[in-house]
C-alpha cells in the first residue's frame, strides 16, 4: 500500500517511539481503545446535532469515504484500488459513493 512522504516520515517517529517504550508496539493505543473512542465520537455528534448526523455510522464507513474522495479527486480505479487494498473494481465501486454536486461539475 502506497504512503506519502509525510506519512512515511510519521510512521518512522512512532516507531522509533515504539523501540524507546520497550512494547514493539507502533501506537500505544489498544484496538478496543480505538472502537471506544470512534463511537464516543459519534455519540457526541449525535448529542449535538440533535440525532440528524451519524445516524449508523461505523468505523468501516470511512473507507468507502475515503474511495469516494479519492476517485473525485481525480485518481483513477486502479490507483485507489492500491491504496484502498480492494482487489478487483466491482469490489471498488461497491463501496464507491460519488457526489452527485461533482458529477454534475464534471459535466459542465
Known sequence: MPLSPKA???LSAQ???AIQRLDSHLFAV?????TTAFRRAVSRVRRESSDKFCVDL???DL????????????????EVASIS????PQMLYSYCHLSARMLTMKLD
Do not use: Q
Open 58 to 60: 461505523r468505523f468501516h
Open 63 to 78: 473507507r468507502d469515504e475515503a474511495v469516494s474522495r479519492l476517485l473525485e479527486r481525480g485518481f483513477n480505479v486502479t
Open 85 to 88: 487494498g480492494h482487489r478487483s
Open 15 to 17: 516507531k522509533s517511539a
Open 8 to 10: 512515511v516520515t510519521t
Open 30 to 34: 489498544t484496538p478496543h481503545a480505538v
